[in-house]
């Protein structure tokens, strides 16, 4: 496989990780809306474990540094099919929302204990 084509591999699997995590990400409120709390902190602790692998990895994905080795390029979407605007705030947006996520979880569990 050359160059090129293992590049290709990579931005296809972590655009495939992303769209896992960020559709989790968003079904959390809409799980817990529908007062499947359970399945709501699932996601919720499905995410933090990529949240430990961000923290652990110096807050980036361990598949930008092996895409890393495939090309010179650094710009902000040269690891994943993102447009660049959303590589770039992708951190900002879907941490506010997963934070949002668990504050709305929280509080839709407290309203079913009382």
């Given amino acids: 496989m ?3 084509a293992k590049l290709r591999a990579i931005k296809v699997i972590h655009t495939l990780v992303w769209a896992v995590f960020a559709g989790s990400i968003l079904a959390v ?3 817990a809306f529908l007062g499947n709390l359970p399945v709501a902190w699932s996601l919720i602790g499905f995410v933090f474990l990529e949240v430990v692998v961000l923290v652990a990895n110096r807050m980036t994905c361990p ?3 092996v895409a890393g080795r495939y090309t010179a390029e650094r710009q902000e979407n040269f690891d994943i099919y993102l ?3 959303l590589a770039r705030h992708n951190k900002t947006i ?3 929302l997963y934070l949002a996520g668990i504050v709305y979880t929280v509080w839709v ?3 079913a204990a009382a």
């Fill in 2 to 4: 050359d160059t090129e």
């Fill in 83 to 85: 447009p660049r605007w």
């Fill in 94 to 96: 879907f941490g506010g």
């Fill in 29 to 31: 409120p809409v799980v």
């Fill in 63 to 65: 598949l930008t540094d």
């Fill in 109 to 111: 569990s407290v309203q």
